[in-house]
């Protein structure tokens, strides 16, 4: 180097640029060095050394590190012969951040050594601490945070009259303090740089910290502010076009969601980081850390091949720039895949190496959750370690009090509950599991608290198999209790007998039920009225098959946020902690239960025990021959009611008629509800096709699955077929998961067709398919799939004329049409009109006088039953405080209407007769059958008692006159005679 050369002059052009980088004005600076031509250079080599250094300080900042290294080389060498001391350490500093960026720390280190040397030749402290800065991110990638801490603090000291580079070091310093678990000062001199950048309006440095911040809060699991962080972080790195740092925010985005159990949100942000990573710098700390947390994605999928991939490929990088942590956390999803393969010396060779690489780096959070791997791992593998494992449960718990990480403490203490119970220690372990349930509880983690329920579900699984095994030391009779302890049970009640099962239980409260048809039979040691009996009853039965087994013993180890079990004492405040039901057979082969709970006094965990389950289930043998007692006396009582209700004929009591035509047309549909056959309605519209519908539905045998309506008129074809069959993820654009159609919801139910004649000819294929096949194919899928589906189809089209028309299939027509009712109109059935008036009217105390009840029965109701509702309904409420609604109350295309036939004038007439009165013995029906009777009697005598010749006269089918003539008892010999 020359060190005597005379002063030198640079190109202004060149110092403007300097200036521009110098103040972070990145955009501007590339700008100017556009339009420089390094042939004006070419005879001036310090002039070209500078011009070297500023094209690698831009290529760094658009992270092109390769071609930064490149001119920085030619740069430093360039700038070697003059005494330029501060511009040689600048292009050395620039070259040890580049050599960092691609993972070649041991060239990144030369180089800031470079630099140090270079800016104290010049006595320039502020480069020396820059420099420091740089030797501090290298130590930092090696974790050796020793170092790091020691080469800030120096640079720190180097330039202490300089607040914003204190506050710079002082925000790294942080990123240490959060690897060493120094949480609490790491936020404070997080914020404190942020706060201080913000008022500088230093952006770059704010979008960093902003970062770290993130990275702490998701360390934290304060997901709401780590999210917030992260998007402050990317407006401001999305603005200034930070290439890298974008990197590191898919990152930790990618985290954030894996941490919040969105693996696919997280696979997706984390495949984006890969890719622009590779394409920065493939071989750097940037990749090896987001390839890993990609394998620990991967194996949370199931995807066991993809996460050794990847979680080899972080190894690889990792031990190439001697990343220890991310060494130690990449062996341990390698020691997860090969837990899952059951390569289990494999597993443990890897955790172990794990463990004590997370252990020398001194990263607390890593080890403790490394920790956990590893006792996960070992009880996998049935170590039989017992000690070692407790150990290992105890160090990591350790650890994370030390961060007051409660989420991760109640973690430990699930993990170690769940391993006591399962090594028979079940007092230590519900008792931890307690522990982990409330922490997780408060902290609405709804997903963990499910977990431990779903543990204790599985402890009820293996409870409940030995219960009913040999093994259960109360099977045998004999061996419950004592002979004179049997002989005082058998001339006991049932009282006594619970008071014996609940002292040896420890239960609070104990039952028996037997369902009955219409109320319950429940005995118990506690008080229950009536009305908590029925409703008990019923969510009992609700439960059975679900929660409660039909055939074999339950208990549930803990009830306390169920709602369906607290549910069957809903009147109580008492909380349901644990719960046991064993079922026993009478000997007319029904299944009565014995119940018995725990209370939560605390709402904590009270679990019974497995000799708690196995005693009951003993005992149920003593409740049964009790039982059967009480049961005995109850059916005697009931037996007389019980042959009075199979008496009763079943009614379809959603449908309001007296017609007899109607009443002909329910009594065929009853004898075919519970036939599979096709149901077509046809009718007008408003004519109650899907009430009919619905009643063959609810009064068949399948009235206990699922009745699905669909208009075939109201969807498009497009999305009438996806709703219908459903479809597969990727089927189109928009299909984002597996949906089921419509036909498997109604899977053993039955399916309505409403408007069957505007359903698209290509959707009638694939109905036919289901007729004739029963099996429907989902969009998107080859596979069909099975379906036990009745379809009842409506339509108020001629659906011969559509097929005439090539409108509508003629296989299809014949497959829906086997059984064909169709539902007179409204005008066809004016008998049925003062009763579906009055039905509508029920819950009103509003009348209609006799002048607009005329108007009502003479207008022809194009709209049928639901015109007929919606008028009474607005006459209702336009009625006001009257007791009666009058004729100027109704619509004037109703009473303007010059419909009237002579038949109707006759029977108007005689509805508004003044001698009418009525009376709770007499009332409207009584009246209007004793007038039809009338008309019926005038028509026979005309036609001298031939019914065909009275019928045609009635306008009527003569099976509807035999059935009223028998109604009304009507003699035909006194017509014959006349």
């Avoid at 440095?205 to 902003?210: E, G, P, R």
């Avoid at 007051?404 to 769940?418: Q, S």
Wanted: one cysteine or more.
């Amino acid at each position: 180097m020359n060190l005597s050369s005379p002063k030198l002059v640079f190109d202004k052009k060149l110092l403007t640029i300097e200036e521009l980088f110098r103040q972070r004005k990145y955009s501007n600076a590339d700008e100017e060095l556009s339009n420089i031509n390094i042939d004006d250079y070419l005879s001036n080599r310090h002039e070209l050394g500078l011009y070297y250094s500023l094209n690698a300080d831009n290529e760094f900042y658009k992270s092109n590190y390769k071609k930064a290294i490149e001119n920085g080389l030619k740069g430093a060498k360039l700038l070697a012969d003059f005494a330029l001391h501060k511009r040689y350490g600048k292009v050395q500093q620039i070259l040890s951040k580049s050599y960092n960026s691609i993972g070649d720390f041991k060239n990144a280190e030369i180089r800031a050594r470079d630099a140090i040397s270079a800016y104290r030749r010049c006595n320039d402290s502020e480069g020396q601490a820059v420099a420091l800065n740089n030797l501090a991110y290298t130590s930092l990638i090696r974790c050796n945070f020793k170092a790091v801490v020691e080469y800030l603090e120096e640079a720190i000291l180097l330039v202490n009259n300089d607040q914003k580079k204190v506050m710079q070091f002082t925000g790294n310093l942080a990123t240490v303090r959060i690897l060493l678990g120094d949480w609490k000062r790491a936020e404070e001199d997080i914020l404190e740089n942020i706060k201080y950048n913000k008022s500088k309006e230093q952006d770059f440095s704010v979008a960093l910290h902003t970062l770290v911040l993130g990275f702490l809060q998701i360390r934290q699991r304060k997901f709401h502010l780590a999210s917030k962080s992260l998007d402050n972080a990317l407006e401001i790195i999305s603005r200034l076009d930070m290439v890298r740092e974008k990197v590191i925010y898919l990152e930790y985005a990618g985290e954030l969601h894996y941490e919040k159990g969105d693996m696919y949100k997280a696979k997706s942000i984390l495949s984006k980081a890969y890719e622009k990573g590779l394409m920065i710098a493939p071989g750097s700390a940037l990749v090896s850390q987001v390839v890993r947390r990609l394998a620990e994605v991967e194996l949370a999928l199931d995807n066991i091949d993809e996460a050794m991939k990847y979680a080899q490929k972080g190894l690889e990088i990792s031990l190439a720039i001697s990343e220890r942590i991310e060494i130690a956390l990449s062996k341990k999803v390698i020691a997860d895949v090969y837990t899952l393969k059951e390569e289990y010396d494999e597993a443990i060779e890897y955790i172990t190496q794990a463990v004590d690489i997370a252990r020398e780096v001194g990263d607390p959070f890593e080890l403790a959750r490394t920790l956990l791997k590893s006792a996960e791992i070992k009880i996998k593998a049935k170590t039989d370690n017992e000690a070692e494992i407790r150990q290992i449960f105890e160090e990591a718990e350790k650890l994370f009090k030390k961060l007051n990480l409660d989420y991760w403490i109640a973690e430990t203490e699930f993990r170690a509950g769940m391993y006591a119970c399962q090594i028979g220690e079940l007092s230590e372990g519900f008792k931890a599991l307690s522990k982990a349930e409330t922490v997780f509880a408060e902290q609405n983690d709804k997903v963990k608290t499910r977990a431990v329920s779903k543990f204790l579900k599985s402890l009820s699984e293996n409870a409940v198999a030995l219960s009913v095994s040999q093994n259960n030391e109360f099977k045998i009779f004999g061996n419950l209790i004592t002979p004179s302890e049997i002989s005082n049970i058998r001339s006991s009640n049932l009282e006594q007998i619970f008071t014996v099962l609940i002292n040896r239980t420890n239960a609070d409260r104990a039952l028996v039920y037997t369902s009955d048809n219409e109320e319950p039979l429940i005995h118990s040691s506690f008080p229950i009225s009536t009305h908590q009996s029925k409703k008990f009853a019923k969510s009992f039965t609700q439960l059975l098959g679900e929660e409660i087994s039909k055939s074999k013993p339950s208990i549930l180890l803990d009830c306390r946020r169920d709602p369906f079990i607290n549910g069957l004492f809903a009147e109580s405040s008492d909380i349901v902690a644990s719960m046991i039901v064993v079922p026993f057979k009478m000997s007319d082969n029904t299944v009565s239960y014995l119940y018995l709970d725990k209370l939560s006094r605390d709402n904590s965990l009270n679990p019974f025990s497995q000799s708690d389950l196995n005693f009951a289930v003993g005992f149920s043998d003593i409740i049964s021959f009790k039982w059967a007692e009480i049961q005995k006396q109850k059916l005697a009582e009931d037996n007389l009611r019980l042959r009075d209700q199979l008496r009763e004929k079943a009614a379809f009591p959603n449908i309001v008629t007296k017609n007899i035509q109607m009443l002909e047309l329910l009594a065929q549909v009853r004898q075919v509800v519970d036939s599979n056959i096709s149901v077509s309605i046809e009718g007008e519209t408003g004519s109650g096709k899907d009430v009919l519908a619905r009643a063959i539905h609810y009064n068949s045998n399948r009235r206990d699955k699922r009745f699905i309506s669909v208009n075939c008129a109201a969807l498009p074809e497009t999305l009438l077929e996806s709703e219908l069959f459903g479809y597969k993820r990727g089927a189109f654009t928009g299909a984002n998961t597996d949906k089921r159609g419509l036909f498997e919801e109604a899977d053993g139910g039955t399916f309505f067709l409403d408007e069957i004649g505007d359903m698209p000819l290509s959707i009638q294929a694939k109905v036919l398919r289901i007729l004739e096949e029963k099996e429907i194919v989902r969009l998107g899928e080859t596979v069909s799939r099975k379906v036990d589906v009745r379809i009842i189809s409506a339509t108020n089209k001629d659906l011969k004329e559509l097929m005439s028309a090539k409108q509508f299939r003629q296989d299809l027509y014949y497959r829906l049409s086997a059984l064909t009712f169709h539902i007179p109109a409204l005008r066809e059935r004016k008998d049925d009109i003062p009763l579906l008036i009055s039905h509508f009217l029920k819950d009103s105390d509003k009348k209609f006088t006799a002048e607009a009840l005329k108007l009502m029965i003479s207008y022809d109701w194009q709209g049928n039953v639901r015109e007929l509702e919606n008028e009474v309904r607005k006459l209702e409420l336009l009625a006001g405080d009257n007791e009666f609604i009058s004729q100027e109350l109704v619509s004037s295309k109703i009473s303007q209407s010059n419909n009237t036939t002579p038949a109707a004038a006759e029977t108007m007439a005689l509805v508004n007769s003044d001698d009418v009165s009525f009376s709770e013995e007499f009332g409207l029906y009584d009246y209007l059958e004793q007038h039809e009777k009338k008309f019926i009697e005038k028509a026979l005598g005309e036609k001298r008692g031939v019914k065909k010749h009275a019928a045609d006269m009635l306008n009527i089918p003569e099976s509807t006159l035999r059935l009223k003539i028998k109604q009304y008892n009507i003699d035909l010999k006194q017509f014959k005679k006349k």
